[in-house]
Structures are given as structure tokens and as C-alpha cells.
């Protein structure tokens, strides 16, 4: 049977390392296993839970596509669309929230982090906003959904909005449980600045990231300037436990590689960070710059990315809107 395939991205700006061997890596050998159908969705309306500028929201869109594509993402593959185009996904999303408890969203740990210490401030959508990313996966059946560890617990939603649904309806495998594909070895990046914050978009400081649109320099610059301590590198994993800094640098080298942390360290054990940084940036030089080539690239044909979108909404949207009637018609709409 062929695994289908479903995940997302915002189109918030700033594309990095984390996204890439958290998420975007996996999309692309997924992409390449011709057992999967692949659908990856640049999730727009997730972005505008938290305010956004309309101008550099379009721009980021696209941008979000030719990462895609310059990751190795193949359009005629797999779909690639946009999710405020397919008007299904607002469409499920409302009926889904009237399956989900509240209970159960009151538990979302990501919604706690992102709201901060004002929650009344916080938007309603960002509130709801694992209900809308359940409607995009369930609308397309799909049965495997690739994620970095941080949306592990929305997938848990998402099972359990399906199986309510399933169960309310009495109707058994209407909507399929999807499982998470995360990366086992190592599926949280963190910030090159502080190894217990995770590399985000976000952080005010783009030290603390390798974008995926830098260039050599600005590479060989922000591996040269990372956090680590004074101490030699471990010749065992154990030890890193208490070292965050270390092991994020070891695990991106080790992922990039795709090594085991074991392995890594095995080359590394007894040197200092300075040896083992130029290696790093050699390593993050080698795979990172082609796809910033690319990207800027793609990014001077703003026709063709809108017509990959375009593409990609018509076939998004034969399944999705088959998918809501048959919602509509199970709840007697
Ligand atoms: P987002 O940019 O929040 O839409 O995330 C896109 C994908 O990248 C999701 O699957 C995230 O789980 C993943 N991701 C984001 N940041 C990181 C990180 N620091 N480490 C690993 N995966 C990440
Ligand atoms: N919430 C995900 C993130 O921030 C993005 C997303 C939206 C998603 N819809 C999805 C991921 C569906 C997987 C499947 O990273």
C-alpha cells in the first residue's frame, strides 16, 4: 500500500538548519521513495495567528516554495500548494472544533510557549491553530505525517479529534489516524547561542541560526561564533547529556552526515572545538550553499513558483472538497 504522505511549513521567513534536518530533509527522501504520494503545504493561515505584514507574508510564501524546491522537493512529484487556496482546510477546521475539547487543547504546550505570560492577549487562532493543522492532515487521508519533534503532541490531537469523530459518527476509518515520522536520532536543533532554546525563526538574534539562505561566510561565521565550553570533545554520548551546547553541534554534524551521535564522536573524541567547528562549517558549507543558490535563484521567477502553487491547489483541492461533502454529508449538513 502506498504511505501518504502530509506536512506543512509556515511561510514565516527565515527557513533554517532546524527546519531543514528536522523536517524539510525527511519531505525530500520521502519525496524520493516512489511508494509515497507526497503532499507539502506552505500553511499560510497558520501564520497569521500571530500578526503578520501583508507585503513580506506574500514574499515569504514564496520563498517557503523555493526552499521546496531547492531542497530537492520535485513539484511534479509530489503536490506542493498553499493552504489559504484550498478552502477546504477553514472549512474543516470550524467543524473539527466543534469535535476537540477543550480540555484537550488546554494542554497544548506550543500555544503556553507562544502565548507567553498574556494569554488573554493571545489571538484565538493560535488557540485553535492544532485543530487546523488536524483538518489539513485528515483531509487528505493521510497516514503519515513527517514533523520535528516540537509538533509531537499536536499529532496527538489530531489522532484524537479522528478517532472522536470516527467514533461520534460511528463511522469506523472515515478519517485515518495518521502516525508522526520524527527523525529518531536527533529531531530537535537548537539555537547556536543557547543549546536549551530550540533554533527558531523567531530569536531576535541570527547568530543563533544558520538560515537557509546564508552564504558562505555568514556560515563559516555563526559555526565560528556558537556556544560551546572549555572542555575537550567526549568520547561518549553520556557525557554530552550535561553539555547541551556540545551536543547540539555533534548532532548537527551527526545528521548532516547521517551518522549516529556514536560515530561523530568517534572522530572527534579528545580534540577541541576549534578543529572540530571547521570541519562543521566545511560540512554545513557543502549542503547548505547549493540550496541558498538555488532559492535566490527561484526566487527571480515568481511566476513559475506561483504556477507551481497553482498547480498544486488544483490537485489539493479535488481531494480536500470530495473529502469535506462527505464530511458535510456524515453530519447531515
Ligand atoms: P515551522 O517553521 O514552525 O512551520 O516548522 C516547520 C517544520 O520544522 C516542523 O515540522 C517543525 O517541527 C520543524 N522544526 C522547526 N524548528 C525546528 C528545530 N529547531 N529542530 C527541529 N525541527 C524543527
Ligand atoms: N504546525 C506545524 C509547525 O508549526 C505546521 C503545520 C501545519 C503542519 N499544518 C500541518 C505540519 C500539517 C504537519 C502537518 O511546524
Redesign the pocket.
Known amino acids: 500500500m502506498k504511505k501518504k504522505i502530509f506536512?506543512?511549513?509556515?511561510p514565516?521567513g527565515n527557513?533554517h538548519l532546524?527546519?531543514y534536518?528536522?523536517?524539510i530533509k525527511n519531505f525530500v527522501s520521502l519525496n524520493n521513495d516512489d511508494k509515497n504520494e507526497c503532499i507539502f503545504c506552505v500553511?499560510d493561515l497558520h501564520a497569521i495567528t500571530v500578526s503578520q505584514d501583508p507585503a513580506i507574508l506574500r514574499e515569504n510564501i514564496r520563498e517557503t516554495v523555493a526552499t521546496f524546491i531547492a531542497s530537492g522537493i520535485d513539484p511534479k512529484k509530489s503536490i506542493i500548494f498553499n493552504q489559504s487556496q484550498v478552502s477546504a482546510h477553514s472549512e474543516a477546521a470550524w467543524i473539527l472544533s466543534c469535535i476537540a475539547r477543550m480540555g484537550w487543547l488546554n494542554r497544548m504546550t506550543q500555544f503556553k510557549e507562544k502565548a507567553g505570560k498574556d494569554k488573554e492577549k493571545a489571538s484565538v487562532g493560535l488557540y485553535s491553530y492544532p485543530i487546523l493543522m488536524a483538518s489539513d492532515i485528515l483531509l487528505y487521508d493521510s497516514t503519515h505525517v513527517p514533523?520535528?519533534?516540537?509538533?509531537k503532541q499536536h499529532l496527538e490531537l489530531c489522532r484524537d479529534i479522528a478517532q472522536k469523530f470516527n467514533n461520534d459518527f460511528k463511522v469506523e476509518d472515515f478519517f485515518k489516524i495518521p502516525e508522526p515520522l520524527i527523525q529518531k536520532e536527533f529531531?530537535?536543533?537548537?539555537s547556536l547561542k543557547d543549546g536549551s532554546k530550540?533554533?527558531?525563526?523567531s530569536e531576535l538574534s541570527d547568530l543563533s541560526r544558520i538560515n537557509l539562505t546564508d552564504e558562505e561566510d555568514q556560515i563559516m561565521n555563526k559555526i565560528k561564533k556558537a556556544k560551546t565550553d572549555s572542555l575537550p570533545i567526549p568520547s561518549n554520548v553520556k557525557e554530552l547529556n550535561s553539555r547541551p551546547e556540545a551536543r547540539n553541534l555533534i548532532g548537527i554534524y551527526s545528521s548532516l552526515t547521517n551518522s549516529t551521535l556514536e560515530n561523530a564522536l568517534g572522530n572527534f573524541s579528545g580534540k577541541n572545538f576549534s578543529e572540530f567547528k571547521e570541519n562543521l562549517s566545511e560540512i554545513l558549507i557543502d549542503k547548505i550553499t547549493p540550496i541558498s543558490n538555488d532559492i535566490k535563484k527561484l526566487l527571480k521567477d515568481k511566476s513559475y513558483l506561483d504556477k507551481t502553487l497553482e498547480d498544486g491547489c488544483e490537485k489539493a483541492n479535488k481531494i480536500a472538497s470530495k473529502k469535506v461533502k462527505k464530511i458535510h454529508d456524515i453530519i447531515g449538513f
Not at 147 to 151: F, R, S, T
Open positions: 506536512s506543512g511549513v509556515q514565516t527557513l532546524g527546519n534536518l528536522g523536517a500553511v514533523v520535528g519533534n516540537d509538533q529531531s530537535r536543533i537548537m530550540k533554533m527558531s525563526k
